[in-house]
């Protein structure tokens, strides 16, 4: 038997990002069910022939969703919180959305990162008496789908003891073993249907199993797997795990007697040999040696000698050659990029470009020669990117080497620096304000997109700019908000647009990656040694102020962020590139501050992403992820006041790490949650301000004046009432004006009557 080559997930958007633009006609009404079914089957089956033609010849089924893989699976077990009102029978599509989404009756459920990447997935959640069962037969319809055009699948599924961890008790009277148990059965059946229709192999993706795993989680994976092998009738399953090393789990999970085990030897290598040792005669073990999340080329070499070493303990029919995780991480494919220079073109690998290494390496192990070409072309870009001129700055690299601790504290504590700002700045108490963004409106992008394109010269596109700009701030101040945004309709994206005025960055036009739902982000690719070249944001900022006499602040990326969101150099440490991010940063900061703006916001939604997932691993990264946000933030003086956001992500975790950071405000996600976040702050008496969210933008739905007024309520329990800042979750961009003109009026109203209760009460 030839060795395998395999994949574990292929990008669902497509090429020209498809399905975005299927989901956002449907759900602004311009295309029906029918026809956005369709544009999925047609996705599907041009993903299924790509893969087939990169020389997969068993691609995975079931891995492309309509918005969430891990909401696909609370479907199809029934897992569908009562406010849907979808108590039975086959789930509507309107209903999906729903939970995604949320409607006018029923809030969205939570969403937050897939471990530590920047996908967003739908926290499941369990209720008390919550009826399961199975009321969707996806992966088994998807099987039949790719077998009908003569494909033949190994159909994905979300574990069943990942999709328990990942999920959240939401009611009192319902635990994790119920649930556990309850759901059993129903993956019985959905794997009995998949034998019975074809399928010998399915993967079942248990990635918890890379986590520190306390005793009962690993009772869960006992029971739940000793149920399975119980049954009869049912397919071999690959046990697939992802995002680091099995470590002390592996014994765990070689104790689940899987057929077949994937590891992810991108990430962590160093398991290999224990694993061999270990692995039960007759189990397949699957090697994740091309990385899944990042676009370098692989080193062929290096890879190859993980899979001979495998390959002398097993033999090769034991062996399976695929990527280190789903390429649903990665952009689709390397040949849309066009205007790439061929250098750094040649130093790149998307999603079929990767599917071609995996079947280099496994063909390799047949016959060597057949890969010699591909390791000559491997060895050969590692060697010209190594040794470029373009990588290294030697002026980056001194300045580097100058810094001091000074450079990383404020001048004074917090408590001095609030009496200044308050005496600058003369804000109310529950002082309102929006994150940053205002809506990216089709004429501002269709405006972005001729200017690009050169069809209006950059004068006529900067009037339009300005236009727009001064049109936010005249809502902001019809809406009665106490500091302003400019709306950022300059930029394209808050990563990229600094990437693109930064040294050692570089850009695609093709290589976007879902975030969540029809949202795609296009990462920077950060090669070389950064730098910032001129100021980035200081005139757009200066021309708001000029409007009004409110303050504007003015809105930067934070450095771990804009690490987190580009796809980075691999050839030094990460903390040595957000250094460099972070002394760029730092310049603009000085130069706001020095063009009179007073407030300055620098986000840092992906701080907890980056967050290792292994507890041993923390102190590290939060010690010089924490410290490049402080030497981004402290070159101001104390009245210069310092937000900073983050969103979708638990903070108790890193709740200290947060109290280091020093921003005079921090706003974050609380909608979703009902205030459940703001737990940690009170536990640990956070000294400074905090604006908890208050209207989820990523829902269509608006809240009322109560909803948002009973959620400062909730606030209060917890915060005093002189470090409640009040504003919504995120950024508006995604959003239409209609129902943020109505949202921020009710927001505003909000915090009025939270203001005269506060009033009435002193009184």
């Not at 010699?372 to 010209?384: E, I, K, R």
Request: charged share 25%.
């Amino acid at each position: 038997m030839e060795t395998r080559a395999r994949n574990l997930g292929f990008p669902r958007m497509g090429q020209r990002r498809e399905l975005k633009f299927a989901l956002e006609d449907f759900w602004a009404g311009k295309r029906s069910e029918q026809e956005l079914l369709h544009a999925g089957a047609e996705l599907r089956a041009a993903h299924w022939k790509l893969q087939r033609e990169a020389g997969i010849a068993v691609p995975p089924s079931n891995d492309f969703s309509f918005y969430d893989h891990v909401l696909d699976t609370a479907v199809m077990l029934g897992a569908i919180p009562r406010r849907y009102g979808c108590a039975s029978g086959p789930v509507p599509l309107s209903t999906y959305f729903a939970m995604a989404r949320g409607r006018s009756d029923a809030p969205a459920m939570e969403m937050t990162k897939w471990f530590d990447t920047n996908y967003h997935y739908v926290v499941p959640e369990f209720e008390a008496e919550m009826q399961f069962a199975l009321r969707s037969r996806k992966p088994v319809d998807d099987f039949f789908e790719a077998k009908t055009l003569g494909i033949p699948t190994r159909p994905v599924l979300l574990g069943p003891v990942s999709f328990v961890l990942l999920g959240k008790i939401s009611e009192a009277g319902q635990t994790q073993r119920q649930v556990l148990e309850a759901i059993l059965p129903l993956y019985t059946e959905i794997l009995s249907q998949l034998r019975a229709a074809g399928a010998e192999w399915v993967q079942i993706d248990e990635p918890c199993l890379v986590l520190d795993l306390d005793a009962q989680a690993q009772a869960l994976y006992r029971a739940a797997y000793a149920y399975l092998h119980a049954q009869s009738a049912l397919p071999k399953w690959m046990l697939t795990t992802y995002f680091g090393g099995l470590n002390e789990n592996a014994k765990l999970a070689l104790e689940l007697d899987a057929a077949g085990l994937h590891l992810d030897l991108v990430r962590a290598p160093e398991q290999l040999p224990a694993v061999l040792a270990a692995l039960p005669n007759n189990t397949v073990l699957s090697l994740g040696v091309i990385d899944g999340r990042n676009i370098w080329r692989a080193d062929l070499a290096a890879a190859h000698a993980m899979i001979a070493q495998a390959v002398q303990a097993l033999g090769k029919d034991r062996v399976e050659v695929a990527p280190s995780c789903s390429l649903l991480h990665s952009p689709h494919d390397l040949n849309q990029e066009t205007k790439l220079d061929a250098e750094l073109r040649g130093w790149l690998a998307f999603g079929k470009q990767k599917l071609e290494e995996v079947a280099w390496l496994a063909g390799a192990v047949e016959d060597a020669s057949r890969i010699a070409v591909a390791m000559q072309a491997s060895q050969s870009s590692l060697q010209t990117r190594a040794a470029s001129a373009r990588i290294h700055s030697i002026a980056v690299q001194q300045r580097q080497q100058a810094m001091d601790a000074t450079m990383l504290a404020r001048k004074n504590p917090y408590p001095v620096r609030r009496k200044k700002q308050s005496a600058v700045l003369g804000l109310p108490e529950f002082p309102t304000t929006t994150i940053g963004s205002f809506p990216q409106t089709a004429e501002v992008r269709s405006q972005r997109a001729a200017h690009r394109a050169g069809k209006i010269d950059t004068a006529s596109y900067e009037k339009f700019l300005h236009e727009e700009m001064e049109r936010a701030i005249r809502v902001q101040e019809e809406m009665g908000l106490d500091v302003l945004v400019h709306g950022e309709f300059e930029r394209n994206d808050m990563v990229e647009y600094f990437g693109e005025q930064l040294a050692g960055f570089a850009f695609t036009q093709n290589g976007w990656v879902q975030s969540y739902g029809s949202r795609c982000v296009k990462p920077p690719v950060i090669y070389g040694d950064v730098a910032r070249l001129q100021p980035m944001t200081v005139r757009w900022s200066q021309a708001a102020q000029a409007l009004t006499q409110q303050p504007v602040k003015g809105m930067l990326t934070g450095p771990v962020t804009i690490l987190q969101w580009s796809f980075v150099r691999n050839d030094q440490p990460r903390s040595v590139t957000c250094q460099q991010i972070a002394l760029a940063i730092r310049d603009e900061v000085s130069d706001l501050e020095a063009a009179g703006i007073r407030i300055i916001q620098i986000d840092e939604p992906a701080l907890r992403e980056g967050l290792p997932l292994r507890r041993a691993d923390w102190p590290e990264y939060l010690q010089w992820s924490v410290d490049a946000f402080r030497l981004a933030a402290s070159g101001v003086q104390d009245a210069t006041q310092i937000h900073t956001h983050m969103c979708y992500a638990e903070f108790n975790d890193i709740i200290d790490a947060i109290i280091r950071m020093d921003a005079d405000v921090i706003s974050m996600e609380c909608s979703r949650s009902r205030m459940e976040l703001l737990d940690a702050f009170e536990r640990t008496q956070y000294p400074n301000a905090i604006g908890p969210g208050v209207y989820d933008i990523h829902s269509p739905r608006v809240p009322s004046v109560a909803e948002m007024e009973d959620l400062l309520q909730k606030a209060l329990r917890v915060l005093k009432p002189e470090q409640i800042w009040v504003n919504p979750d995120c950024g508006l961009k995604t959003r239409g004006w209609p129902e943020v003109r109505q949202a921020l009026a009710s927001l505003v109203a909000a915090a009025r009557q939270m203001r005269t209760r506060i009033e009435a009460a002193v009184d």
